[in-house]
């Protein structure tokens, strides 16, 4: 299988994820839209991610999006081994 990649070239972020067979059918695909900042820092983000696959449908929209800054290294990798 191989993974496509598209990309909007005016806003340079990735809107398509596609995992295609080496027949070309296409296994699943994911599209990511409406993507913005988060406020306060450097990262963007998709508001909506729709997934498809196996005749499956998942959309996820996402509204606030609060980054929790409080946690310190040693608890965020505590149990991760």
């Given at each position: 299988s191989t993974r496509r990649l598209?990309?909007?070239l005016h806003r340079g972020f990735v809107d398509r994820e596609e995992i295609v067979a080496g027949d070309g059918t296409v296994l699943w695909s994911r599209q990511m839209r409406r993507y913005r900042r988060l406020p306060g820092t450097a990262v963007y983000l998709p508001?909506?991610?729709?997934?498809?696959?196996q005749g499956r449908v998942?959309?996820?929209?996402?509204?606030r999006?609060?980054?929790?800054?409080g946690i310190d290294r040693?608890?965020?990798f505590s149990g991760l081994r």
């Open positions: 598209s990309l909007d508001g909506l991610v729709r997934i498809e696959g998942l959309e996820l929209e996402y509204g999006v609060r980054i929790d800054r040693a608890a965020f």
